[in-house]
């Protein structure tokens, strides 16, 4: 059963947010020229927060229900512009539902590219 696309659109505002949330203060999260001298396109969002992305959506398809594992490999940076965001896509679709438990294999991009590895949930309704 394929599940809704969740699109989420992500700023600058939403890092300085989250840094302060997180405590994660690293500044190729905020300043476009520490990312850049690492090797960054640009600042990048936070891999946990892009990864929290994906639990929201999870969420809103399986409101009240219980996360019991969510995760995932890093592998493309989310690049967020200074001017205005980012959208980015969480694509679900369940794959097993056994014993009250349903495992949900997810596709998150930005971009038309993946930027998270083998993002799977398992929930408990």
């Not at 929290?52 to 940076?77: D, I, M, N, Q, Y």
């Not at 001017?83 to 056994?98: C, L, Q």
Request: contains cysteine.
């Amino acid at each position: 059963m394929t599940l809704a696309t969740q699109t989420y659109t992500v700023t600058r505002a939403d890092l300085v947010r989250y840094a302060e949330a997180s405590g994660d203060h690293n500044p190729i999260h905020q300043d476009e020229e520490v990312a850049r001298s690492v090797g960054l396109p640009g600042v990048i969002a936070h891999g946990m927060y892009t990864m929290a992305l994906a639990a929201r959506a999870v969420e809103a398809w399986f409101p009240g229900a219980e996360v019991v594992s969510l995760g995932c490999k890093f592998t493309s940076p989310v690049v967020v512009p200074a001017e205005g965001g980012v959208d980015v896509e969480v694509a679900g679709e369940v794959k097993d539902s056994t014993d009250g438990l349903t495992t949900v294999a997810l596709t998150v991009a930005c971009a038309g590219q993946k930027v998270l590895g083998m993002p799977k949930a398992v929930v408990r309704a």
